[in-house]
Nanobody, 123 residues
């Protein structure tokens, strides 16, 4: 089990940017693929982006392609989600998730989750 802690959420105006961070508690992320998901009330958790353990492969939801960038710094043991050109529909709780080695595209692929961080985009 890997305990994950997200940070960086907040309130931003439409068109603005935020960077989310995810770091583990007491464990390296080196062998883990990492994903970002988001969820709004009454809806299922939605895939946003993922990166494999080495950082050489990424995947994005169509809704965020060209606006969001996932990256990782294995020295700092941290994964990032840079969000730009934010839209009100990006408002959600964003969750960081981890699974061994390769990218997963659905929430059931992941067995380690953070507590979530709220992102609110005002129009």
């Amino acid at each position: 089990q890997v305990q994950l802690v997200e940070s960086g959420g907040g309130l931003v105006q439409a068109g603005g940017s935020l960077r989310l961070s995810c770091a583990p508690s007491g464990r390296t992320l080196l062998t883990y693929a990492m994903g970002w998901f988001r969820q709004t009330p009454g809806k299922e958790r939605e895939f946003v982006a993922a990166i494999n353990w080495g950082g050489g492969s990424t995947s994005y939801a169509d809704s965020v392609k060209g606006r969001f960038t996932i990256s990782r710094d294995n020295v700092k043991n941290t994964v990032y989600l840079q969000m730009s050109s934010l839209k009100p529909e990006d408002t959600a709780v964003y969750y960081c998730a981890a699974r061994l080695y390769n990218i997963g595209l659905v929430s059931s692929d992941y067995d380690n989750w953070g507590q979530g961080t709220q992102v609110t985009v005002s129009s």
